[in-house]
């Protein structure tokens, strides 16, 4: 199963590395100050594809906790900012957007997808790594 649980993760996390990726350029603001879209989108990309990786060459506790928080805090940003317009929070701008096109539908899925396997990966092989008790105790 941990094979399966990787594959689903890295998976998940990949989606949402090509999306933020080839989004990024469209998420650009010349005239906006703080951090622009496309360098938040980018950045997204990066960790997502690095997450992705790690998962798959490292079967540990924390690679999943990682990929875990990568894809979670995507898909909970991307809920955030799909209900909510809460204009600029800081030095990030404003990212409401309430159209559902291709793209972020297979970003949400995907984001999701890695989220839940991610934590079942973090459960799973937390439990397995357990020492048992030694005999006569």
Not at 17 to 30: E, R
Not at 36 to 62: I, N, Y
Not at 118 to 130: F, K, P
Request: proline content about 5%; aromatic content about 10%; glycine content about 10%.
């Amino acid at each position: 199963m941990g094979i399966v649980l990787r594959l689903l993760v890295a998976a998940g996390l990949a989606v949402d590395a090509y999306v933020h990726w080839i989004f990024a350029p469209d998420m650009a603001n010349p005239d906006a100050t703080g951090i622009g879209g496309d360098t938040l989108f980018r950045g997204q990309a990066v960790v997502a594809a690095l997450a992705a990786v790690l998962v798959l060459v490292l079967e540990r506790w924390w690679t999943y906790a990682v990929a875990f928080l990568v894809a979670g805090s995507a898909v909970g940003a991307l809920l955030f900012y799909h209900y909510f317009d809460p204009g600029a929070l800081g030095p990030i701008p404003n990212m409401h957007d309430t159209t559902w096109y291709s793209e972020k539908v297979w970003c949400v899925v995907g984001e999701g997808i890695a989220t839940v396997a991610a934590l079942v990966g973090m459960l799973t092989v937390r439990a397995s790594r357990r020492d048992p008790a030694p005999a006569g105790l």
